[in-house]
């Protein structure tokens, strides 16, 4: 099934762990629809922005899922279909420092996160769209704090 012209529910619903540990990872219809949403509000205007495959490195997660993996908790918003990691490195042709500028400074998203990496690039990024409600436009920095996460909100360094 496709969520989009360049995105479908195997790409966001594949899970290593999920199949490891034979965990159900399927969406449920709100989930489903969470998950179109997001595919043609953010995924499908950063493809055809950069013309170039743009690899999801986690999309939608099961509660049980996201718990095995130790998500953030099980209000996770990839537990509701509503957020991608995605990865530029996975296929290359653009970086994920530039994917996340264009999400930035031209899209409509509820959460972008600079995921870990170097002040340069970030090792991936989290963003997430709301269908219903308000998208807060919140841009965060995530880094390693020992053996914590640590959140802030995101200052551009270049200005």
């Given at each position: ?8 529910l195997q790409e966001v619903t594949r899970s290593a762990t999920a199949i490891k540990f034979g965990i159900e990872n399927e969406p ?117 704090d020992r053996s914590k996460i640590a959140y802030a909100i995101y200052r551009d360094i270049q200005g």
């Amino acid at each position: 099934m496709n969520l989009s012209k360049n995105l479908t529910l195997q790409e966001v619903t594949r899970s290593a762990t999920a199949i490891k540990f034979g965990i159900e990872n399927e969406p449920n219809i709100e989930q489903l629809e969470n998950l179109k949403a997001i595919a043609k509000k953010v995924f499908q205007p950063i493809r055809e922005h950069f013309d170039v495959p743009i690899g999801v490195t986690s999309g939608f997660r099961s509660e049980k899922l996201n718990s095995k993996i130790g998500g953030s908790s099980r209000t996770s918003q990839h537990c509701k279909g509503q957020a991608l990691d995605i990865d530029a490195h996975v296929y290359g042709g653009v970086t994920n420092a530039e994917l996340f500028h264009y999400v930035k400074d031209h899209l409509v998203f509820d959460q972008l996160i600079w995921e870990f990496g170097t002040d340069e690039e970030p090792a991936w990024i989290h963003v997430s769209y709301k269908k219903k409600g308000k998208n807060r436009g919140q841009v965060l920095t995530a880094k390693r704090d020992r053996s914590k996460i640590a959140y802030a909100i995101y200052r551009d360094i270049q200005g």
